[in-house]
């Protein structure tokens, strides 16, 4: 009996395992699920500590780099190994600069540099450089050429005067300084009679040639002896809109201008001055500078009267 009794006890236990089988499951892996849930755990705390450690690794490797930064999810292993960033890659030399730089080795290279540019380069640098001032230097010295040309012809010009009415003298051989000798005037004028009685042969001016003269007026001014009135100023600076930028023309001759001087002294009525002390008192350039340029500027404010062609 009790043999019969162990062995119904076994029949149920055998039943019990084996036809409930989601118990027999739930009942074997109750165990192995929180096993598992604990491997699982312990798996994501190793891969999130493996996660938060590769960028530090890749940082440790490329440090500073935007680039550098560890690939998102889903990328394998071989993806996740970043690549040198552009920078970090060696400057390659641009075509140019090669060609530049010519064929050859490191050694023949260095010593081109060392050398400096070529004889082409520095000539070309040099024009450059220089540049500036070709171009004023040409010019000046034409501009002294025409002058010279100009007044060359001027004296053989006077030269040959017939009537001599008027004489040249350099200054210290200068052709571009003049002393100009006066001898005639109207014979009919107070001036010309002041002249005889005080026995003086001429009247003394001084002219000046500017740089670019025959296109700007020369200075013009009287010398001796000392005049009043016939449009002659203090330090004997003459009041004539012919010698002024407004009323020069380069067609004008040194012979014309003195004609027209002459002519001007006698319209103004210029007489030779006689009071005692002043007469002996000579014009002053710096004077005469002076006052010309007063004169120009009067008379750009309130014109020129220019007087008629019948009085010369």
Known sequence: MATLLRKIGLIRLHNRDTEDPKHHHNHRGGGGGQQSASLRGKGGAK??????????????QHPGGAGDASPGPGKGKGQRAAEPAPRDKPPQPAAGAAGAAGAGGPRERAAGARAGPGPAAAAAAAAAAAGGSLVPAARQQHCTQVRSRRLMKELQD??????????????DESLFD???????????????QDMKETNTEFILLNLTFPDNFPFSPPFM????????????????????ELLTPRGWSSAYTVEAVMRQFAASLVKGQGRICRKAG??????????????FKSLVKT?????????????G
């Open 47 to 60: 891969s999130g500590g493996h996660k938060q450690q590769q960028p530090q690794q890749q940082q440790q």
């Open 158 to 171: 006077i030269a040959r005067l017939s009537d001599r009415f008027i004489s040249v003298e350099l200054v």
């Open 178 to 192: 003049w002393n100009v000798k006066l001898h005639q005037v109207d014979k009919d004028s107070v001036l010309w």
């Open 221 to 240: 001014r009287v010398l001796s002896p000392r005049l009043e009135n016939g449009y002659v100023l203090d330090g004997g600076a003459i009041c004539m």
């Open 278 to 291: 002043k007469s002996k008192k000579s014009f002053s350039r710096k004077e005469a500078e002076a006052t």
């Open 299 to 311: 008379h750009e404010k309130y014109g020129w009267v220019t007087p008629p062609v019948s009085d």
